[in-house]
């Protein structure tokens, strides 16, 4: 075992070494998010392996180049570069918990003691072993590649070609073969779990409610996203005992996966569902696009609900059992088909009605929602009889809209708070509300963009790579710590795993979005008598609430 492992340790690199090293050390400062130690150690060895990679990768180019090599002498160089690598490590490591305080300091959480040093150190570790084990095998596909390439071209044109085709066939393997149809197996079998479920939600007893003995949708096809959205929300008593007025049962439309087979089928279900309930007849109606999982924030309609004594209507679609952030990363488009169906049949029904007896309509998406609800209306077919606006919030990266929007901004402000033009269309806000313009009007249309500066769902930036990104320029987010600092390729790392662990954040932070900042967006866009006095007071409602409730995404 001692000759083994002295074996392995001749055989690295030493430059590859020098890099990795390096590579550790940077990757424990902080990004967006704070991490545990188990976060922390896979995204080191997972970085060092990065850093290792780039060390070979020159090591390669230095030889492809036929430039001279020094002698080799990698025992004593591994030596002298793994003893001060040690002592730059136990450096960094020493400063970690000061790094990931100073984002938990900001987010109100309680200081950490310590980072746990030797946990982080023992998973970065294997993270790094194993990433090289990975790499050398990519290294062996290239070398067979490259040899039986060398037989019909020249050396140097089959290692290039070799190379690329080894490139071509992991990739394929990985993000083609293996993750795709491993989340599309995934799905269907979620699917088909969910189906079999059984929770803790009654079915609804009141016939007006989806899922009853008088829906047309069936109660045990909804899911349980669905049947928790259906359940959740607050009943006319409950707003009616805030506003000490009479208030309305709010109507909720959900259609799960399994209420149909096809999307034209389930969006032509709600449908059918919203008239059987009367969703036309209410003041406002809301297309939400939900989460990957189904799921709708019940910070977002709860307060909406309440905002306008509960006269509202929503309505939403399921497309999916997978995680947003991992159906954003392996196909982003996934639920946008669901989301143009159903606003095609809403909103072709609702503009059939008189203008003035019909709901006021609005659009609404959470995270991967936000992504989908964007890109449900065409624009040329709803500009001679519009909807009245949209709140999303959590736009994520590759939200075309929210990125075209955010690079035409006014230079003056800055990215994580974009101002766009004169306002009268498109505002952003954040935990402070931000869409108090002065001078502007609004336009018929209005569009609010709710996101935190910490939401590694909306700023991740794969071009993080090679530059820092605009929203890292100051002046920062407040919620942004100022150590944060951009490293090439590295930073790219951060954000992803911040990305991965986004729905981990305290309330008001992150990917998690309060009920208080939806008030400010809803009250923007949806215009509901309300006095400044009642604003606070339904504001402290739902951060009392807040307090013991959760999200999920």
Not at 65 to 92: H, K, M, Q, T, Y
Not at 437 to 449: E, K, Q
Not at 488 to 501: E, R, S
Request: charge should be neutral.
């Amino acid at each position: 075992m001692k000759r083994l492992m002295l074996r392995l340790f001749v055989s690295l690199s030493t430059p590859g070494l020098v890099l990795g090293f390096i590579f550790f050390a940077a990757s424990l400062t902080p990004s967006l998010m704070p991490r545990s130690f188990f976060v922390q150690g896979a995204l080191s060895g997972i970085a060092a392996a990065v850093g290792y990679f780039f060390g070979v990768a020159f090591v390669w180019l230095w030889k492809y180049l036929e430039l001279p090599i020094p002698r080799d002498r990698r025992l004593p160089g591994n030596l002298i570069v793994s003893g001060l690598g040690i002592v730059l490590s136990v450096a960094v490591l020493w400063r970690a918990a000061g790094w990931q305080n100073s984002i938990r300091e900001l987010w109100h959480m309680e200081p950490v003691d310590t980072a746990q040093p030797f946990s982080v150190a023992l998973v970065a570790i294997v993270t790094f072993f194993i990433a090289v084990l990975i790499g050398r095998l990519f290294r062996l596909t290239c070398l067979y590649l490259s040899e039986w390439l060398s037989r019909f071209v020249p050396r140097r044109v089959s290692q290039v070609v070799g190379a690329a085709l080894a490139i071509a066939l992991f990739w394929s393997v990985v993000e083609g073969v293996l993750l795709r149809s491993a989340l599309h197996v995934a799905d269907a079998s979620f699917r088909k779990v969910d189906a079999l479920l059984e929770d803790d939600v009654p079915r609804p007893t009141d016939p007006a409610k989806t899922g009853s003995s008088a829906s047309r949708v069936a109660w045990e096809g909804l899911g349980r996203q669905g049947r928790h959205f259906v359940d959740s929300g607050p009943t006319a008593a409950e707003i009616g005992d805030f506003w000490k007025t009479p208030a309305r049962e709010p109507l909720r439309v959900y259609v799960g996966l399994n209420n149909g087979e096809t999307i034209e089928e389930r969006a032509k279900l709600a449908l059918t569902e919203m008239k059987r309930q009367g969703a036309f007849e209410r003041s406002v109606l809301v297309i939400i696009a939900p989460t990957g999982t189904g799921w709708v924030d019940p910070e977002a309609m709860d307060t909406l609900e309440y905002l306008h004594h509960g006269d509202v209507a929503s309505v939403a679609l399921q497309y999916s059992y997978l995680t947003s952030w991992l159906s954003l990363l392996v196909e982003p488009e996934y639920g946008s088909d669901s989301a143009k169906a159903l606003f095609r049949e809403v909103y072709g029904y609702w503009r059939t009605r008189p203008a003035d007896r019909r709901p006021k309509l609005y659009l609404h998406g959470l995270s991967l929602g936000a992504l989908n609800s964007q890109v449900s209306a065409d624009i040329f077919d709803i500009v001679a009889d519009p909807f009245q606006g949209a709140l999303w919030s959590g736009p994520p990266f590759e939200s075309k809209m929210w990125r075209n929007i955010t690079e035409a901004r006014d230079p003056q402000s800055p990215a994580w708070l974009p101002k766009f033009r004169d306002g009268s269309l498109i505002r952003f806000t954040n935990q402070t509300n931000q869409l108090d313009i002065p001078g502007a009007h609004w336009g018929p249309l209005r569009i609010v963009y709710l996101q935190y500066a910490s939401d590694a769902v909306t700023f991740f930036d794969p071009y993080s790579f090679f530059r820092e990104p605009a929203w890292m320029r100051r002046p920062r987010g407040p919620d942004v710590t100022p150590s944060l600092r951009w490293f090439p390729a590295l930073t790219m790392l951060q954000l992803l795993v911040d990305m991965a662990t986004a729905t981990t954040s305290p309330m008001g932070y992150g990917h998690v979005y309060a009920p208080q900042h939806y008030i400010d967006g809803w009250i923007a866009v949806t215009e509901p008598q309300i006095d400044a006095d009642k604003v606070q007071a339904l504001k402290q409602l739902f951060e009392q609430r807040s307090q013991q409730a959760g999200g999920g995404d």
